[in-house]
């Protein structure tokens, strides 16, 4: 394996960039005519319509088998992160995102509901009774969710798509990996995007060296990988169809585990609901523009 990548790699903002690699970016099996795709690191069908013309997106070779489970996450996370928040709120004030929301929740199951997407909102019941006697009954909305394995999983897709382009050696046709392990600490929606962890991951890794800083489809997908300053060690962070936000880190354990450990901890709030019974939860936390630095370069 060649040298760890090293200084930032500056990419054209509207066009593509392609690999002419012989080996799949995910698996690292053999490429051939019989089981070789064309990949799109950011799918075609995983921003909203147009989002991809004339913008910039990473192509590149990729087996069958990859290529079609990787598209396989993208549909229904696709259309979940699009959805409104629990307040009908989309991550932007766009018509074709509103449109192209509608047209997936109707069209994409979820795969944790089995339902279409636009059935599948979570929700929550239960009652109170306190002192006076009377019963008080309490329901909670939530928007569609995804499953975090799938998630992460579709995350670190992506991500190998990026590091084997920036590890890419073009007299062998092939990129590597990180070495060491994938490990997500961070996912939620834009909502709670201001949490004390949040703030703590960004505040904590904002000056480490940017390896990738990929902003593609209209602002509608964005990516960073930072090395830390002196251990093998780097930060990743996704935010997909400016609802979702995705984090954490690749290479030595001991080290993301020892950052994470130094990050403040949520506090949450508990509600009594009688004897032995309580719900404990935590509010969602917006992040105000100033505060915004996860994906600020310079």
Same mark, same amino acid.
């Given at each position: ?21 012989? &080996?799949?970016? #995910? ?7 019989? !089981? ?24 590149? !070779? ?10 396989? #996450? ?15 709120? #989309? ?33 929550? !019941? ?22 975090d394995k799938r ?85 990743w962070a996704l ?14 354990? !001991? ?41 600020? &370069?310079?």
């Open positions: 394996m060649p040298q760890t990548p090293g200084a930032l790699i500056q990419l054209p903002a509207n066009r593509v960039h392609r690999l002419h690699n012989v &080996v799949c970016p #995910y698996c690292g099996v053999a490429l051939s005519a019989f !089981n070789c795709e064309k990949e799109h690191v950011i799918g075609r069908k995983f921003v909203p319509r147009g989002k991809l013309q004339a913008q910039w997106n990473l192509i590149l !070779n990729a087996c069958r088998t990859c290529n079609r489970r990787k598209s396989g #996450y993208e549909d229904d996370i696709s259309a979940i992160t699009m959805q409104p928040d629990a307040f009908g709120k #989309y991550g932007a004030d766009d018509p074709e995102l509103v449109a192209e929301a509608r047209r997936k929740a109707a069209n994409s199951g979820s795969r944790m509901t089995g339902k279409p997407v636009k059935d599948s909102s979570g929700e929550l !019941n239960f009652s109170v009774a306190p002192l006076s006697g009377l019963s008080m009954d309490f329901g909670f909305t939530s928007p569609p969710q995804v499953d998630v992460y999983e579709l995350a670190r897709m992506q991500l190998q798509g990026f590091f084997f382009m920036i590890t890419y050696q073009a007299d062998q046709q092939r990129g590597w990996w990180w070495p060491g392990e994938f490990m997500p600490y961070l996912h939620s929606r834009r909502s709670d995007w201001g949490s004390k962890r949040w703030l703590g991951f960004m505040r904590t890794t904002t000056n480490w060296d940017v390896r990738v800083h990929a902003v593609g489809a209209n602002e509608f997908f964005r990516c960073s990988i930072k090395r830390h300053p002196t251990a093998e060690c780097w930060s935010e997909w169809n400016h609802q979702h936000r995705i984090a954490g880190f690749v290479g030595d354990r !001991n080290a993301a585990q020892a950052i994470s450990d130094s990050l403040p901890p949520e506090e949450l709030k508990q509600l009594d609901l009688g004897p032995n019974r309580c719900v404990r939860f935590r509010e969602d936390v917006p992040l105000s523009e100033t505060d915004d630095i996860l994906f600020a &370069v310079g």
